[in-house]
Nanobody
Framework: QVQLVESGGGLVQAGGSLRLSCAAS????????MGWFRQAPGKEREFVAA????????????SYADSVKGRFTISRDNAKNTLYLQMNTLKPEDTAVYYC???????????????WGQGTQVTVSS
């Protein structure tokens, strides 16, 4: 079992920045691949970013029109059991509930992740 708790969401103006955190407890955080996903009202949950267990590799969503690549940065601190998502140049289209997830496999698919946090709301005003 692993427990994940997100924080850092809030209301920000377009062009602003937020840093999300995901605190992990339970099984070894350092052996888990981690991901960030988001879900806007009326839409399916979508991949945002992922990072391998030791942080050597990262991947960002760039398949949808408003790519996060170049604006968002995923990172982790295994000594603190914490995952981060630095979000810069935020746009109204980034408004969603953001979830962190842990799994054995580094993947873009939500199906690969076994554990999920409760989510944190990010709202970007225009």
């Amino acid at each position: 079992q692993v427990q994940l708790v997100e924080s850092g969401g809030g209301l920000v103006q377009a062009g602003g920045s937020l840093r999300l955190s995901c605190a992990a407890s339970g099984r070894s955080f350092s052996s888990s691949a981690m991901g960030w996903f988001r879900q806007a009202p009326g839409k399916e949950r979508e991949f945002v970013a992922a990072i391998t267990s030791i942080g050597r590799s990262t991947y960002y969503a760039d398949s949808y029109a408003d790519s996060v690549k170049g604006r968002f940065t995923i990172s982790r601190d295994n000594a603190k059991n914490t995952l981060y998502l630095q979000m810069n140049t935020l746009k109204p289209e980034d408004t969603a509930v953001y979830y962190c997830a842990a799994g054995n496999i580094y993947s873009l698919s939500h199906k690969a992740y076994d554990y999920w946090g409760q989510g944190t709301q990010v709202t970007v005003s225009s």
